[in-house]
C-alpha cells in the first residue's frame, strides 16, 4: 500500500463547476501538507499548504485537512480552463516529501 | 519572489557526453533538491542538501554527481548517462530542511539521452 493514495482520474468538469480533489494518507507522522499544480512540461507550483485539521481559504482554493480520517482535499471554486493541469498533493516526512500519484484535471470550456 | 531557475531548459546528449544542469535560488533558503520527473508520474526525490551538505541521497546511481557550491547554486553532473535516465529534472528549495513545507520547484531541465 503507498503511503499517500490519489486517485490519477482525469477529472473532466464543465467551465465554472466545484472541484473536489482528494488524497488519503497512513502515516500519521506526516505534519504538513501541500498541494501543487503542475502543467504540462512545467515545474510543480505550490498552491497551499496546511498544518492542522481544518479548512484553510485563498482566492477561489480551499485545502482541508481531516487527521483523524487521515483525509485532505482541495476545492476549486468556479473553475477555469486554466485551471486544467494535474494537481498534486505531498505530505512532510522529516525532510523529504511525499508526494501523491497526481490527479489530471481537465475544464470544459 | 518564489523564483527557482534551472538552465538549460532542454538538454539532448549522448550517452558518453559530460553535462551540468544548473539550478539558482535568490531567496536565502538553506535546503535545496533535485528530483526526477517521468511522464504522468509524480517527482521522485534524489539528493538533499542541507546548509550546502549532501544530506540525502536516495541511492542514486553515480553517474548523477550533485555539488552544491554556495547557498544559492545547486548542481547536478551528468556522465555516461543512459536512455532510460530521460526525464524532467526538477530543482527545488526551502527555507530550511525540517519539515519543507514551503518547498518551491523550478520550471525543470528537460533531459534526452540519445
Known amino acids: 500500500q503507498k503511503e499517500v493514495e490519489q486517485d490519477p482520474g482525469p477529472l473532466s468538469v464543465p467551465e465554472g463547476a466545484i472541484v473536489s480533489l482528494n488524497c488519503t494518507y497512513s502515516?500519521?507522522?506526516?505534519?504538513?501538507f501541500m498541494w501543487y499544480r503542475q502543467y504540462s512540461r512545467k515545474g510543480p507550483e505550490l498552491l497551499m499548504y496546511t498544518y492542522s485539521s481544518g479548512n484553510k481559504e485563498d482566492g477561489r482554493f480551499t485545502a482541508q485537512v481531516d487527521k483523524s480520517s487521515k483525509y485532505i482535499s482541495l476545492f476549486i471554486r468556479d473553475s477555469q480552463p486554466s485551471d486544467s493541469a494535474t494537481y498534486l498533493c505531498a505530505m512532510t516526512a522529516g525532510n523529504k516529501l511525499v508526494f501523491g500519484a497526481g490527479t489530471i484535471l481537465r475544464v470544459k470550456s | 519572489d518564489t523564483e527557482v531557475t534551472q538552465t538549460p531548459k532542454h538538454l539532448v546528449m549522448g550517452m558518453t557526453n559530460k553535462k551540468s544542469l544548473k539550478c539558482e535560488q535568490h531567496m536565502g533558503h538553506r535546503a535545496m533538491y533535485w528530483y526526477k520527473q517521468k511522464a504522468k508520474k509524480p517527482p521522485e526525490l534524489m539528493f538533499v542538501y542541507s546548509y550546502e551538505k549532501l544530506s540525502i541521497n536516495e541511492s542514486v546511481p553515480s553517474r548523477f554527481s550533485p555539488e552544491c557550491p554556495n547557498s544559492s547554486l545547486l548542481n547536478l553532473h551528468l556522465h555516461a548517462l543512459q536512455p532510460e535516465d530521460s526525464a524532467l529534472y526538477l530543482c527545488a528549495s526551502s527555507v530550511q530542511g525540517g519539515q519543507p513545507r514551503e518547498q518551491y520547484f523550478g520550471p525543470g531541465t528537460r533531459l534526452t539521452v540519445t
Open positions: 502515516n500519521s507522522a506526516f505534519q504538513y
